[in-house]
C-alpha cells in the first residue's frame, strides 16, 4: 500500500515542469545547448521558442535556463511578461526579475550598486526587491538598456561569471506594442556593430501568433532570432515520459495501462502531466494497471474541462442536441484527428441535422474548434478541449 502521508506527485499539471522531472526534447535541447556554447565563447544569440499552448514552450525554457546556469555558469532570469504593455514596465520587470533570481549574496551586492536609485524596496537576498514604478526613469533604463547590461556584465566577469541568459516568457500584449520589435532590433543591431564582446543569450517564448505580431511590426525580426518550433512528442518519447517519471517514484506501469495513457495525452506535454498526475493519485500499490489508467484518465478530462473550458462552454454543450453530437464526435474521432461536416452528418439522425451548423458555429465561435486548410474540415482548437470530449462521449447517456 503506497504510504499517502507522504506520497508526493511528480507531475506538474498547469505549471513549467522542474529541471530534474524533464523529459524528452533531446534535438531542441542540443540546438539551444549550442547557443549556449555559442553565448560563453562571447557572442550574442538569440532564439525564439514557439509552438501551440500546451507543448511544453516554458518549460523548455526553465529547462535551458537551469542548463546554463549548472553547467556553463550563466546568470539567468526566466520573466513572464504578460500583462506588460509598455516598454518601460518591460525593462524595470527584467532588471528586478533579475536582482531577485540572484542567489550568489556578493553577486546581489554587486548587481546592486549597479541600479542603484532604481530600487525603491528590498528584503534579504533581494526576495522582494522593488523597483521604481516612475515612468521616466524607467524610460532611462530602456534607453540604456544594452550599457546596463554591460555594467551588468563587468560584474559578472569579476565573480567568474560567463555571461547572461534572459528568457522573455508568456509575450501576450506586448508583442502588440510596435516598439517592442523595434526594440528587439536595435538591441541585436546595436550589440552585432559595437565590436565589444557582450555574451548575451536572449529567449523569447510565445505563440506563433506572437512570432506573427513581432514579423507584422518590424519584418526584420524574422532574421534576429533562431526558431524552435515545438511540436507534439512522438509515441516513444511520450512512453519514455512515463516510465522515467514514474520509474523515479518505483512505480510500475502495466504495458497496456501506458498505452491508454499515451494515446489519451496526445504527445502535448500539458496533457502528459495532466493525465499522469491524475493517474499517479489512482495508484495505491505501486502498480499501475488498465483499471488505474482508466480511472485516471477520466479524472483527468474533467480537471481538463474545468480548468480550460469553463461553465459557459459546458452550459452550451448540456443541450440534449448539442450532447448527441458532442457524443457522437468524441466516439469516432481519435486524438488529434481531423473531421468533416459531411462525415458527420451521415451519422447523424435526420431529426438531428438542422442542429449540426449551429452547434458547429457555436463551439467554433467560442474557440473549441478550427478551420483547417481544407474547406468543410474541422480540429479541435486544443487537445485538451479533445480529452474532455472523449470524456463527455463516454459517459452513461443520462448524464
Same mark, same amino acid.
Given at each position: 500500500?503506497?504510504?499517502?502521508?507522504?506520497?508526493?506527485?511528480?507531475?506538474?499539471?498547469? #505549471?513549467?515542469?522542474?529541471?530534474?522531472?524533464?523529459?524528452?526534447?533531446?534535438?531542441?535541447?542540443?540546438?539551444?545547448?549550442?547557443?549556449?556554447?555559442?553565448?560563453?565563447?562571447?557572442?550574442?544569440?538569440?532564439?525564439?521558442?514557439?509552438?501551440?499552448?500546451?507543448?511544453?514552450?516554458?518549460?523548455?525554457?526553465?529547462?535551458?535556463?537551469?542548463?546554463?546556469?549548472?553547467?556553463?555558469?550563466?546568470?539567468?532570469?526566466?520573466?513572464?511578461?504578460?500583462?506588460?504593455?509598455?516598454?518601460?514596465?518591460?525593462?524595470?520587470?527584467?532588471?528586478?526579475?533579475?536582482?531577485?533570481?540572484?542567489?550568489?549574496?556578493?553577486?546581489?551586492?554587486?548587481?546592486? *550598486?549597479?541600479?542603484?536609485?532604481?530600487?525603491?524596496?528590498?528584503?534579504?537576498?533581494?526576495?522582494?526587491?522593488?523597483?521604481?514604478?516612475?515612468?521616466? *526613469?524607467?524610460?532611462?533604463?530602456?534607453?540604456?538598456?544594452?550599457?546596463?547590461?554591460?555594467?551588468?556584465?563587468?560584474?559578472?566577469?569579476?565573480?567568474?561569471?560567463?555571461?547572461?541568459?534572459?528568457?522573455?516568457?508568456?509575450?501576450?500584449?506586448?508583442?502588440?506594442?510596435?516598439?517592442?520589435?523595434?526594440?528587439?532590433?536595435?538591441?541585436?543591431?546595436?550589440?552585432?556593430?559595437?565590436?565589444?564582446?557582450?555574451?548575451?543569450?536572449?529567449?523569447?517564448?510565445?505563440?506563433?501568433?506572437?512570432?506573427?505580431?513581432?514579423?507584422?511590426? +518590424?519584418?526584420?525580426?524574422?532574421?534576429?532570432?533562431?526558431?524552435?518550433?515545438?511540436?507534439?512528442?512522438?509515441?516513444?518519447?511520450? *512512453?519514455?515520459?512515463?516510465?522515467?517519471?514514474?520509474?523515479?517514484?518505483?512505480?510500475?506501469?502495466?504495458?497496456?495501462?501506458?498505452?491508454?495513457?499515451?494515446?489519451?495525452?496526445?504527445?502535448?506535454?500539458?496533457?502528459?502531466?495532466?493525465?499522469?498526475?491524475?493517474?499517479?493519485?489512482?495508484?495505491?500499490?505501486?502498480?499501475?494497471?488498465?483499471?488505474?489508467?482508466? +480511472?485516471?484518465?477520466?479524472?483527468?478530462?474533467?480537471?481538463?474541462?474545468? #480548468?480550460?473550458?469553463?461553465?459557459?462552454?459546458?452550459?452550451?454543450?448540456?443541450?440534449?442536441?448539442?450532447?448527441?453530437?458532442?457524443?457522437?464526435?468524441?466516439?469516432?474521432?481519435?486524438?488529434?484527428?481531423?473531421?468533416?461536416?459531411?462525415?458527420?452528418? #451521415?451519422?447523424?439522425?435526420?431529426?438531428?441535422?438542422?442542429?449540426?451548423?449551429?452547434?458547429?458555429?457555436?463551439?467554433?465561435?467560442?474557440?473549441?474548434?478550427?478551420?483547417?486548410?481544407?474547406?468543410? *474540415?474541422?480540429?479541435?482548437?486544443?487537445?485538451?478541449?479533445?480529452?474532455?470530449?472523449?470524456?463527455?462521449?463516454?459517459?452513461?447517456? #443520462?448524464?
Amino acid at each position: 500500500m503506497a504510504d499517502i502521508k507522504t506520497k508526493e506527485s511528480p507531475f506538474s499539471p498547469g #505549471k513549467p515542469v522542474q529541471p530534474e522531472y524533464f523529459v524528452a526534447r533531446i534535438a531542441e535541447i542540443q540546438r539551444l545547448d549550442r547557443a549556449i556554447r555559442q553565448t560563453v565563447s562571447g557572442r550574442n544569440e538569440n532564439t525564439f521558442i514557439t509552438g501551440e499552448r500546451g507543448i511544453g514552450k516554458s518549460s523548455l525554457a526553465g529547462f535551458i535556463r537551469y542548463l546554463a546556469e549548472k553547467e556553463y555558469n550563466l546568470v539567468g532570469s526566466h520573466c513572464f511578461l504578460g500583462g506588460v504593455r509598455s516598454l518601460e514596465d518591460m525593462a524595470g520587470l527584467i532588471f528586478q526579475r533579475l536582482l531577485q533570481d540572484c542567489t550568489d549574496k556578493s553577486l546581489f551586492d554587486k548587481l546592486r *550598486e549597479v541600479f542603484g536609485g532604481y530600487i525603491k524596496g528590498l528584503t534579504l537576498f533581494g526576495m522582494g526587491v522593488e523597483f521604481t514604478k516612475d515612468k521616466s *526613469e524607467l524610460r532611462t533604463l530602456v534607453d540604456n538598456f544594452l550599457p546596463v547590461l554591460r555594467k551588468i556584465y563587468e560584474q559578472l566577469q569579476s565573480s567568474a561569471k560567463k555571461g547572461l541568459i534572459l528568457i522573455l516568457d508568456d509575450l501576450n500584449g506586448i508583442t502588440d506594442v510596435p516598439q517592442f520589435s523595434q526594440f528587439l532590433k536595435s538591441f541585436v543591431d546595436e550589440m552585432a556593430t559595437s565590436g565589444k564582446v557582450l555574451p548575451v543569450f536572449l529567449v523569447l517564448v510565445g505563440l506563433p501568433e506572437r512570432r506573427e505580431d513581432l514579423i507584422k511590426h +518590424q519584418p526584420s525580426v524574422a532574421r534576429i532570432f533562431d526558431v524552435i518550433d515545438l511540436t507534439p512528442m512522438s509515441r516513444s518519447e511520450s *512512453e519514455e515520459f512515463f516510465t522515467n517519471i514514474f520509474g523515479g517514484q518505483k512505480v510500475t506501469v502495466a504495458s497496456d495501462a501506458l498505452s491508454m495513457m499515451v494515446e489519451l495525452s496526445g504527445g502535448f506535454p500539458v496533457l502528459l502531466h495532466e493525465v499522469g498526475d491524475a493517474v499517479f493519485w489512482q495508484d495505491t500499490d505501486n502498480y499501475i494497471d488498465k483499471a488505474d489508467a482508466r +480511472q485516471g484518465i477520466m479524472k483527468a478530462a474533467e480537471n481538463v474541462g474545468r #480548468k480550460y473550458i469553463g461553465a459557459q462552454v459546458s452550459s452550451v454543450l448540456r443541450s440534449r442536441t448539442y450532447s448527441f453530437i458532442l457524443r457522437l464526435i468524441g466516439k469516432k474521432l481519435p486524438i488529434g484527428a481531423t473531421f468533416t461536416r459531411q462525415a458527420i452528418l #451521415k451519422e447523424v439522425p435526420a431529426k438531428e441535422q438542422k442542429s449540426l451548423d449551429n452547434f458547429l458555429i457555436r463551439i467554433k465561435k467560442l474557440g473549441i474548434i478550427d478551420d483547417t486548410e481544407a474547406r468543410g *474540415e474541422y480540429r479541435f482548437a486544443n487537445p485538451l478541449y479533445h480529452l474532455y470530449v472523449w470524456s463527455r462521449a463516454n459517459r452513461p447517456a #443520462k448524464e
